[in-house]
């Protein structure tokens, strides 16, 4: 009798070990906007720029509705690949600019190493922005086996150089595969090259491993200075009601990247891979509405824009879609980006576990079933710029003005005109994607779509107090308050002592900015005109 029950036990272990040498972990495609505004995706409530794509994903997944990022592209992308907050990176203060001989430090390992680790193959395609001064900083060397893209801030949409607007260089060509100058596009908008040579991984990419891709898209940020905002003429024409060419020319470039997640999803779903695929979109920070790169961008009716630590400058939108995942949900808890790395991690079914200490949390037992462990605080600093804020529980602290008080306010206008909401439901259901997910999800009902839809639209009391950031801190309640409207500092001064005293000590472990001065050797005259590490 024994004797069975121990050969019933091999033949279970047997079993097991069958199938876990059969599993093969979900493929992870994330997909980043750059300087998106928040009130700049239809599924906020907006009908000015239809994102009817981009919505029908948001509604067959998880909006995650309260998902915060770095102010500006550096931070934010460093907490992305490290799981942890910039100012413990030395990450926190604006961004690298070309010219800056520093990046994101070599000691510290990334998302695609982690997941290589896996067995994953992993892609990198469009923006790096996380410093090219020396070699060994370039994304090839970071965990990607295959890179296609660019090593600074931005370029533009037609020629794919970068001319830095402040200073005396050469214009340089900065489009690499992995560490080679390539010149295969010729005048290709931006938005379509990076998209099809996301799709060309997928259809080229040997299923016998699961894939692992970033795509970072140049779009909505501003190109050069000469010529910052640039769209393709047929999408020009989808926009008639648009009077500001500005806005109108956003609106366009928005649409294109509406169109991108249309095609990348269709690549997934003819492939094959959809099925056991894990996709998330969200924008890096704010958009920026006024000043540098400016591109008229809406945070509407968030507080600010990039640059700061307002919700509008934090608060981005943000979904995740798979067809293993709840479908047609909005989850209100905190999500910061650092949480993406433990978070998919385990959502993709790796079994790799982060073994260094991270900001990050996993929360993708939030995620499936609204379980803990949740987050309740958030920390943004920039303490070269003097800004940040502190987030605890339903209360937020907001320290410092990155533009000297001038965009404190409600900057991003509500712009809310021409599609109406039977117009609205029927660009959704016929989109590409609300085509395809029907093949993978019940399909999508009028009624869900408003529904939804309406609980992801925030909405502001009216009711405005005093805040003067120059004068010295202010306190929300954004539970109930989401756009800083009423300063909760002169009415609560204990829990206003008590919240800049924790904000404080989360500063403790601060790593000082490894920010450096410009380096003039940088200059792409002395690389045959093209962006490259000079050390």
Known sequence: MFKQFKFLIFLTTLKFAYLTDDHQSKNVIIIVADDLGFHDLS?????????????????NGIILDRFYTAPMCTPSRAALLTGKYPHHLGMQNYVIVSDEPYGLPLDVKLMPEFFKDAGYVTHLIGKWHLGFFKEEYTPFHRGFDHVFGYLGPYIDY????????????SRGYDLRRNLTVDKTYDRVYATDM????????????????????????????????????????????????IENEERKTLAAMISSLDESVGRIIDALHRTG?????????????????????????????LRSQKESAWEGGIRTDALIYSPSLPSG???TQYFHISDLLPTLLTLAETNIKVKDKIDGIDLSRMIMNDMP?????????????????????????????????RADGWIGSNNNSDVNKDDYITGVLNSDVAQILKNYENPLIPEEILEIRENATVKCSGIISDCDLLRGPCL???????CEEKNLEPTN????????????????????????????????ANFNFTWKWWE
Request: proline fraction near 8%; charged fraction near 20%; hydrophobic fraction near 35%.
């Open 273 to 301: 891979m959809l099925e056991n695929s894990i996709i998330v979109f969200f924008s890096d920070n704010g958009g920026p509405t006024t000043f540098q790169h400016a591109t008229t961008a809406s945070n509407y009716p």
């Open 194 to 241: 990076f998209t099809q040579e996301t799709i060309n991984a997928i259809e080229n990419h040997n299923q016998e491993k699961p894939l692992f891709l970033i795509l970072n898209h140049l779009a909505p940020h501003a190109g050069n200075v000469d010529f910052p905002l640039q769209a393709k003429e047929e999408d020009l024409k989808k926009f008639p009601y």
């Open 493 to 524: 001064p204990l829990l206003f002592d008590a919240m800049l005293k924790l904000y404080h000590s989360s500063l403790k472990k601060l790593v000082p900015s490894h920010k450096k001065p410009l380096d003039p050797q940088c200059d792409p």
């Open 158 to 169: 037609w020629d794919y150089t970068l001319q830095m607007f402040n200073r005396n260089y």
């Open 476 to 482: 929300f309640d954004i539970s109930r308050d989401p």
């Open 373 to 405: 462990p949740y987050r309740d605080e958030i920390v943004t600093v920039d303490d070269v710029s003097g800004y940040g804020s502190y987030i605890y529980s339903i209360f937020k602290l907001v320290n410092g003005s990155s533009s000297n008080g």
């Open 329 to 331: 949900v909005l989850r």
């Open 43 to 59: 599924f906020r409530g907006s009908n000015e720029i239809p994102s009817y794509n981009i919505d029908a994903l948001a509604y």
